[in-house]
């Protein structure tokens, strides 16, 4: 779990005035964004962006292989399980 503290914050407009700065130091770990003392976003190294998106996308797969393997067994249209993985993230699409 990621925890943040006083030095993972930064302003939009110390962001705007020493980016160089704040890309380095998010090399370390991922910096908030303040707006308006609003948290507006988070600045990540393009490595820790790159582990996320792999990790997401692992997550939809492992969704989508437990929605396929919980469909009936039964295949009175002789599919195979590629045409029935299609079909199945098909419906999540329609679902959304």
């Known amino acids: 779990m990621l925890s943040f503290d006083l030095d993972s914050l930064v302003s939009?407009?110390?962001?705007?005035?020493?980016?160089?700065k704040y890309l380095a130091k998010c090399k370390e770990k991922p910096l908030l964004i303040l707006r308006n003392n609003e948290v507006e976003g988070v600045l990540l190294s393009a490595e820790a962006y790159r582990e996320l998106l792999e990790s997401y996308e692992l997550v939809q797969d492992i969704r989508l292989a437990r929605e396929t393997f919980e469909q009936p067994t039964d295949n009175?249209?002789?599919k195979d399980v590629f045409e029935i993985m299609r079909e199945v993230e098909?419906?999540?699409r329609v679902q959304r």
């Open 12 to 20: 939009a407009t110390a962001l705007s005035r020493s980016l160089g």
């Open 90 to 92: 098909e419906q999540g």
């Open 76 to 78: 009175p249209e002789d």
